[in-house]
């Protein structure tokens, strides 16, 4: 990235977000129909490049199992209200119901439960039964206290996802996770985030992470940037974590690690531009807040962000609105047969251009 001078003795890089880029069409178009959209992680094949953020105004059980047999990857927090509380249902919607200052001192009181490792195997189990790939995530904070028994309990996708994940966390508290020793261990893929630089993701990919989640502080819902100024723009940040994994292919010999943007993913857009950019699938959590299934009820994370339809009207249509908030893989599959893309691996090729307004 280019460095501009701020000020006496202090340079920046110049960095984009998915705002800030435009794809360029190609000379050739394509039927949407010929387009695959379908990714894969592992042995793990879907039809859907996307994992659901594992919140839990996103991602219940029953909407992990919805997700998965639309395509997709629901990710269950298992640090949420579904390990704390027997019905979360019931908490959910008294948050929902109150207002903004006794909400958040209400859901302290609520999180502030301990985590049940019966319930871990009871929302697991539920979500296996159904025949979907069970997908679920820890904070590197708790996943050496727990990694056992969600292992045990049947997982195919272990995430660890934290606002930035490192290889080499210092503490001189706790005894830090070891990344390298932990993933080799584990008999399941593991992906970990968030990174946003080539030199963190080497880090990550280096210790055998199987995807690694790029970006932290642009979500809807993320006080990260407000609270702590940190965030990078995601189009930076995607891709330059891509090409840590050209680097990291050609440094083993060509093991694939998988770019998983995670953060400013908010339109059907911008999950194209993510791709462009070099990623193999998006984590997505507001967009699909909005859906009159999800279990925040129009609410994610204390941010109003409504409903728009049905899980199936927001991930593959059909859609009632031209505002990018539905049918989102459906418009992806039109935007690659635009530019002349017949898959995936093929349009994180496409040309993109500065599109600052």
């Not at 509380?85 to 207002?99: G, K, T, V, Y």
């Not at 970006?215 to 891509?242: D, K, N, W, Y």
Request: aromatic residues 6%; charged residues 20%.
């Amino acid at each position: 990235m280019n460095e501009i001078e701020i000020g006496p003795g202090k340079r920046a890089q110049i960095a984009y977000s998915f705002d800030d880029i435009a794809i360029v069409p190609s000379r050739r178009t394509r039927d949407p129909e010929e387009v695959s959209i379908q990714w894969q992680i592992d042995a793990y094949k879907f039809a859907l490049p996307m994992l659901a953020a594992p919140m839990d105004s996103v991602v219940s059980p029953e909407t992990a199992i919805a997700i998965g047999k639309l395509g997709g990857v629901g990710v269950l927090n298992l640090e949420g209200l579904w390990t704390r509380h027997e019905d979360p249902r019931i908490p959910l919607a008294e948050i929902a119901s109150l207002p903004q200052e006794q909400a958040i001192s209400r859901m302290q009181e609520l999180y502030s439960a301990p985590i049940q490792p019966e319930l871990i195997k009871v929302r697991i189990a539920e979500i296996r039964a159904s025949g979907v790939t069970v997908a679920a995530a820890l904070s590197p904070q708790r996943t050496a206290e727990l990694h056992e028994v969600v292992v045990k309990a049947g997982v195919d996708l272990f995430v660890i996802r934290g606002t930035t994940v490192s290889a080499e966390h210092v503490s001189s508290k706790t005894e830090p996770l070891n990344l390298k020793k932990f993933i080799y261990e584990l008999d399941v893929p593991v992906i970990v985030g968030g990174c946003a630089t080539a030199t963190g993701a080497l880090h990550l990919m280096r210790a055998g992470a199987a995807g690694v989640l790029v970006g932290f502080g642009g979500g809807a819902a993320h006080t990260t940037r407000t609270v702590l100024g940190i965030a990078v723009p995601m189009a930076s940040a995607v891709a330059e974590v891509a090409s840590a994994r050209r680097d990291y292919m050609d440094e083993s010999g060509g093991r694939y690690v998988h770019v998983i943007a995670d953060g400013s993913v908010g339109r059907s857009g911008d999950i194209a531009k993510a791709i462009a950019c070099g990623a193999d699938a998006v984590m997505m959590g507001s967009p699909l807040a909005r859906a009159s299934e999800a279990p925040g009820m129009g609410w994610h994370w204390r941010v109003h962000v409504g409903t728009v339809g049905t899980l199936q009207e927001i991930l593959t249509g059909p859609s009632h609105t031209s505002d990018g908030s539905m049918n989102l893989f459906g418009a992806l599959r039109r935007g690659m047969a635009t530019s002349g893309y017949s898959d995936l691996k093929e349009f994180q090729r496409v040309e993109v251009v500065i599109h600052r307004a």
